[in-house]
């Protein structure tokens, strides 16, 4: 069993940077790959971000390769997403995901956190 608690979103303007957190309590975090994923009212989960369980691979959604940067701290349990040049479309809320394998299929994941509100306007 894995519990995930996310934390960093806040109501922020087009352009700023923002970096979410995710704690994970479990015995080892490297068990496991990781990913975010975004969602907005009345749509189904979006991925975002993942990375492989040592974090030697990231992948990302094609619109934000070049913006988020995904990265991982195993002996803290701690899973991170820097956020930069933030836009209107990035506005929801951010869910970090735990599961066997890599994957962009948000069903390919085990474990989900609660969220954390991400909002973009001016």
């Known amino acids: 069993q894995v519990q995930l608690v996310e934390s960093g979103g806040r109501l922020v303007q087009p352009g700023d940077s923002l970096r979410l957190s995710c704690a994970a309590s479990?015995?080892?975090?490297?068990?496991?790959?990781m990913a975010w994923f975004r969602q907005v009212p009345g749509k189904e989960r979006e991925f975002v971000a993942t990375?492989?369980?040592?974090?030697?691979?990231?992948y990302y959604e094609n619109s934000r390769k070049d913006r988020f940067i995904i990265s991982r701290d195993n002996d803290r349990n701690m899973l991170y997403l820097q956020m930069n040049s933030l836009q209107l479309e990035d506005t929801g809320r951010y869910y970090c995901?735990?599961?066997?394998?890599?994957?962009?299929?948000?069903?390919?994941?085990?474990?989900w956190g609660q969220g954390t509100q991400v909002t973009v306007s001016s």
């Open positions: 479990t015995r080892s975090m490297s068990n496991y790959a």
């Open positions: 990375i492989s369980k040592l974090g030697r691979s990231t």
């Open positions: 995901a735990a599961g066997k394998d890599w994957s962009v299929h948000a069903y390919n994941y085990d474990y």
